[in-house]
């Protein structure tokens, strides 16, 4: 099971923002039970992700992928005796307006995959700064065999029906992607007296080759929604969405290729 927490924040400091996404990591893990707080920090891929997006009105995401992190995560976050949060290290109080709570099965996923119409064409929007790391190196540029590769990978450790990785249809699905406009630009983002370079912003991406492989990608960036893409996506980095639909339509008034 998929599930999205949205939380509606208020806070009186100017400095709450995507950059301290990573101190908001450590607000969630005061929430939950200690052995399971351990048993994620062992974990390499991550079962949830959280991001905080908004200039006026802010809002805090968590978003889990397993049954089990959906029990250890959601249920505190949404007790009613959580209701406000103090961020110590910057000295900001938060308070929680309002909590919403969306779930989708990994079955609904696959329905549509099998049966809902797709689109040539894919919007995405990078909502957090979003990075790759290859060979040591930071990808600060969108490539579409990372961001393939990457929910691939994340899908593969959180499903126990399905290994998504294989390095053939990896190859399939980016050479039968173009990516033919975008506007994003660079960012850092902070995180323990470093700044990792990233990106943030829009693309579309065309999509070639079979239907069955269209649909497949949108079955990737449907679970990209939950999963984050790129790394760090615990900590709030690679929040991502799918703009637009999948309609064929002007892509922010320009003329579809």
């Excluded at 599930?3 to 923002?17: I, Q, V």
């Excluded at 990573?22 to 994620?40: F, P, R, T, W």
């Excluded at 492989?213 to 679970?223: D, G, N, P």
């Excluded at 999948?246 to 003329?255: D, I, L, Q």
Aim: proline share 3%.
């Amino acid at each position: 099971m998929l599930a999205e927490l949205k939380m509606e924040l208020e806070s009186d400091s100017a400095e709450l923002g995507y950059f301290q996404s990573s101190n908001l990591q450590g607000v969630l893990m005061e929430q939950i039970d200690g052995c399971y707080a351990q048993k994620l920090h062992e974990q390499g891929i991550k079962p949830y992700s959280q991001y905080i997006t908004g200039t006026d009105k802010k809002e805090w995401r968590v978003k889990t992928l397993t049954t089990e992190a959906y029990e250890q995560i959601m249920f505190p976050l949404l007790d009613s005796s959580f209701e406000e949060f103090y961020i110590e290290k910057k000295q900001i109080h938060v308070r929680i307006c309002k909590k919403e709570i969306n779930t989708i099965s990994y079955q609904e996923l696959l329905d549509e995959f099998y049966s809902a119409p797709c689109s040539r064409y894919l919007n995405l929007e990078f909502l957090t700064p979003t990075s790759f790391k290859s060979a040591g190196r930071y990808i600060i540029m969108p490539d579409m065999h990372y961001i393939y590769q990457s929910l691939m990978n994340k899908y593969s450790a959180v499903s126990v029906d399905m290994d998504m990785y294989d390095e053939e249809t990896l190859h399939q699905l980016t050479s039968s992607s173009m990516i033919t406009q975008y506007r994003l630009r660079s960012v850092s983002f902070p995180l323990e007296g470093i700044k990792i370079p990233s990106f943030k912003g829009e693309m579309r991406v065309k999509l070639n080759g079979t239907d069955t492989m269209a649909k497949y990608v949108r079955l990737l960036a449907r679970f990209g929604e939950y999963a984050g893409v790129g790394i760090k996506t615990a900590i709030g980095m690679g929040g991502m969405k799918i703009s637009d639909g999948y309609k064929e339509k002007a892509y922010r008034g320009m003329p579809a290729s």
